[in-house]
C-alpha cells in the first residue's frame, strides 16, 4: 500500500514571494508522482507529473517538482506567486507495478493562499 | 472537446432518500472512479471500475452503490445507508499507467 503525506495544511504567503509545498509519500514499490491543483468549487486538474527520466518536472505556470528517491519526496515550488496561485494543491502516487491499476493515493491537500 | 461531465453541480435531498449522481465521459477512457472529498480530509477512494461491467470498492464504498453499463457512463448512488452523506464527489476517469486523472467538475451534495 501506498500512503502520502503533505506537511502543511495551510501555506499563506505574499504575491511575488518563492512558496515550497511539501510532499512525502510511502511505498514497497515505485511509484508514478503527481500534483493537482483545485480552484473553490471546482475538479482537480493535473499540475504536472514524474514518471521518469529527470527528476527535475515544470508546468506551463512555473510551478516546478523534484522527485527525490532517498527522501521520497516530491516537493513542488514556484519562485514568485501570483494571487491567481491561490487554490489547494494535492500530491499523489500510483504503483508502478506492471498490471492494471490505475488507482491514485492522494495526500490530503495544502491550502495555498496568495496575498497581496 | 473531450472531458468529464458531472451532473447537476448542486443536490439537495432529505434525510432517507436515494439520490443519484450522473458522470459521462467522453475521453474513451477504461477506467473511472469516484471520490468523496471533506474539508481537511482530502479525497477518499468511494469505487472505481477499470472495464465495463466490472467495478470495485474503494477506501469508503458503505452506503454507496455504482454501476458500469457502459464505458461512458459511472453513476453513483447515495444510499440511505450512508450515515453522513453530505459532501462534494468528484468523477475521474484514467486513460492507463503513464496518465494521470481527468476530474469532473464536482456535484456538492447536501442532505438535510
Known amino acids: ?116 | 472537446d473531450g472531458g468529464i461531465t458531472q451532473s447537476p453541480k448542486y443536490l439537495f435531498r432529505k434525510e432517507g432518500q436515494n439520490v443519484t449522481l450522473s458522470c459521462e465521459q467522453n475521453l474513451n477512457h477504461d477506467a473511472m472512479y469516484w471520490y468523496r472529498q471533506d474539508p481537511g480530509q482530502g479525497l477518499r477512494l468511494i469505487y472505481y471500475s477499470q472495464i465495463v461491467n466490472d467495478f470495485q470498492k474503494g477506501d469508503i464504498a458503505e452506503g454507496y452503490s455504482v454501476s458500469r453499463e457502459k464505458k461512458e457512463s459511472f453513476p453513483l448512488t447515495v444510499t440511505s445507508a450512508q450515515k453522513n452523506p453530505t459532501a462534494f464527489y468528484l468523477c475521474a476517469s484514467s486513460r492507463g499507467f503513464n496518465y494521470g486523472y481527468t476530474f469532473g467538475s464536482g456535484t456538492r451534495l447536501t442532505v438535510v
Open chain 1, 1 to 116: 500500500a501506498q500512503s502520502v503525506t503533505q506537511l502543511d495544511s495551510q501555506v499563506p504567503v505574499f504575491e511575488e514571494a518563492p512558496v515550497e509545498l511539501r510532499c512525502n509519500y510511502s511505498s514497497s514499490v515505485s511509484v508514478y508522482l503527481f500534483w493537482y491543483v483545485q480552484y473553490p468549487n471546482q475538479g482537480l486538474q493535473l499540475l504536472l507529473k514524474y514518471l521518469s527520466g529527470s527528476t527535475l518536472v515544470e508546468s506551463i505556470n512555473g510551478f516546478e517538482a523534484e522527485f527525490n528517491k532517498s527522501q521520497t519526496s516530491f516537493h513542488l515550488r514556484k519562485p514568485s506567486v501570483h494571487i491567481s496561485d491561490t487554490a489547494e494543491y494535492f500530491c499523489a502516487v500510483r504503483p508502478y507495478s506492471g498490471g492494471s491499476n490505475y488507482k491514485l493515493t492522494f495526500g490530503k491537500g495544502t491550502l495555498l493562499t496568495v496575498n497581496p
